[in-house]
Structures are given as structure tokens and as C-alpha cells.
């Protein structure tokens, strides 16, 4: 029921944003802000924040919470320290974020007799890393992660990630992409699974098409697909076996630009989806008293980026 209330209101903000379009800004208006863009130099600092609504919680095939609301809101700052085109190095950036979750269910949130004030605040994550390009196309993430439970339900947990990417857009087509991409975790101080720290690795592919609705309106269709394992100790749960294989996730995304808020407030959208997740037995044995080797999971987000 959760999930349909999420995407009757997504398609509810999504058309909304299409009639929104029908009031046009002034002409003049609009020529200024070209004016400026066209004017400005390359920033140097940019920002990124948004918000999520989901239905459930499960992070790397492991629940955590699929009771009440669970909101999820970010905060992302990028410092551009290089850019230049069709250099080896093409770019260099510099992120720092964080990243929160507020649960008003049980086990975690506010339902819970196990957590401490404050009650709905279940996790805080703070990030930092490196983001380089090369050649134009091979993306190169380096970052670090502190997972924190201000409600104490977890201990904090320390963690070195990578990410190789590649981006071939405009190499399939104009409007499509495949982003394939490989991922590593690290477990440095504590484990996710509460046992001993492991290594995990994601292979995933977010094959994307943009359809112009009209000017200034692209809606992003994509079917994000992923597939986690453990490489070392990562699902283990303390016992002496160790799988390989954790989960596989396949998602259905809608996009599309809140065009009609000016640019000088940033670059707002909105996004819609919806995620199928197979879980290994092993983790659906862990993700007790769930026990479920499938699930279904709804988010609506919106987000800004400046």
C-alpha cells in the first residue's frame, strides 16, 4: 500500500511540473539568465541536496527498517579543483557530504524499546573522497565513509570505498547510456553484518534514455541493475561461512527536471522508483523475523542541485 502511495504521488508531482510548464517566464527573464550563464566562469564550488521517501530500508541485501516513514535526506559539497578537456586528467573534484536516515517505525525509530533519544534519528553518515576523470570517460571515486546511529542502535561503523566507471554517453546514441560501473568496500573499524570487517564488491549497469518531452522537460527513463557479494567476510555473520553471492537488485526510474523554478535557484527534479531485490538465503535468514528472499521497494525523492 506504501509503495502505491508513493508513485500515485510521484505521478502526482510529475504531472503537476508539465501544467506548471504552461506558465511561461517573462521572455526578458529568461534572456538574462542565458545572458548570465553564458557570461559565467566555470564554478569552482558546487552543491548537491535532495530528500527521499521510502518504503523500506535495505542496504546491501540487510534490512534495517520497513515499518512507519523512513526519510532520507543528503547534503553534498564539491570543490572543481581541475578541469580540462581531452587531457589525460580531465577532471579532479573534491566531495564532502553526509547523509541521514529517520525511521518512525519499529525496530529502529521511534517504535522501538531498544533505541535512545533521539529516537527517529537512526543513522549519520559523513563522507568525504576524490572524484577524478580520465580521458573524458573513465570515472575514478575515491572515498571514505563514518556510519553513525545518533538512536544507538548500531555501533559506528568505518569504511574505504572505490568506484571505476565509465561513461559512454553520446556513445550509443544521443539520448542513451549504459554507465557500467565496478564498486569496493572496505570495512576498516566495525562491520555492517556485526561480526568480523569484510570486503564487498558491486558490479552494476544503469542503462538510461532521455525523451524530451519538450523544452527544458527531459524524462529520464532508467533500469538501474546491480548485483552485491562478498569478497571476503562480508556476509558471514559471525558463523565460520562466508558467501559469495548477496543480492541482486533491479530498479525502474523516472526522472524529470522541475524546469520551472528559475535557474538562479539551482537545477531542481523530482524522481520516481521502484526496486526488485533477490536476496540470498543466508541473508534472508539474517534479515529475521522478515525472512524473505524478495522484496519490493518505493521511493519518491526531489532534489537540487547548484
Known amino acids: 500500500m506504501r509503495i502505491l502511495c508513493l508513485f500515485t504521488l510521484c505521478f502526482f508531482i510529475l504531472s503537476t511540473s508539465l501544467f506548471l510548464v504552461a506558465e511561461e517566464q517573462k521572455p526578458s527573464l529568461i534572456q538574462e539568465e542565458q545572458k548570465q550563464e553564458a557570461a559565467g566562469e566555470e564554478k569552482g ?6 530528500i527521499d521517501l521510502t518504503s523500506q530500508f535495505l542496504y546491501r541485501g540487510l534490512f534495517n527498517e520497513d515499518q512507519g516513514w523512513v526519510v532520507q535526506p543528503y547534503l553534498e559539497l564539491y570543490i572543481h579543483l581541475y578541469s580540462q578537456e581531452k587531457a589525460v586528467v580531465s577532471s579532479l573534484d573534491f566531495l564532502v557530504g553526509t547523509w541521514g536516515s529517520f525511521h518512525s517505525g519499529n525496530p529502529t525509530g521511534t517504535g522501538s524499546q531498544n533505541t535512545v533519544d533521539p529516537k527517529a534519528w537512526y543513522e549519520q553518515d559523513f563522507y568525504l573522497g576524490l572524484n577524478f ?13 563514518i556510519f553513525s546511529s545518533p538512536n544507538d542502535s548500531f555501533s559506528t561503523i568505518q569504511e574505504a570505498t572505490l568506484k571505476l566507471g565509465f561513461n559512454d554517453e553520446g556513445l550509443l546514441g544521443e539520448n542513451f547510456s549504459l554507465s557500467p560501473y565496478l564498486f569496493w568496500a572496505f570495512e576498516l573499524n566495525n562491520a555492517l553484518d556485526g561480526a568480523k570487517e569484510g570486503v564487498y564488491m558491486e558490479i552494476g549497469l544503469v542503462p538510461s534514455y532521455r525523451w524530451n518531452i519538450m523544452e527544458k522537460y527531459d524524462l529520464c527513463i532508467s533500469l538501474p541493475m ?8 562480508y556476509y558471514d555473520f559471525g558463523t565460520k561461512d562466508d558467501d559469495s553471492f548477496g543480492y541482486a537488485d533491479f530498479g525502474i526510474s ?8 528559475p535557474a538562479r535557484y539551482g537545477e531542481w527534479k523530482v524522481t520516481g522508483k521502484c526496486n526488485f531485490v533477490l536476496l540470498d538465503g543466508h541473508i534472508a535468514k ?21
Open 45 to 50: 564550488i558546487s552543491l548537491s541536496a535532495g
Open 133 to 145: 576523470t580520465f580521458l573524458d570517460r573513465v570515472l575514478f571515486n575515491l572515498n571514505y565513509y
Open 254 to 261: 523516472l526522472s524529470l527536471p522541475l524546469a520551472f523554478i
Open 286 to 306: 539474517y534479515n529475521s523475523p522478515k525472512n524473505d528472499d524478495f522484496e519490493i521497494i518505493g521511493t519518491l525523492g526531489i532534489s537540487m542541485s547548484y
Open 226 to 233: 546491480k548485483v552485491g557479494f562478498s569478497l571476503n567476510d
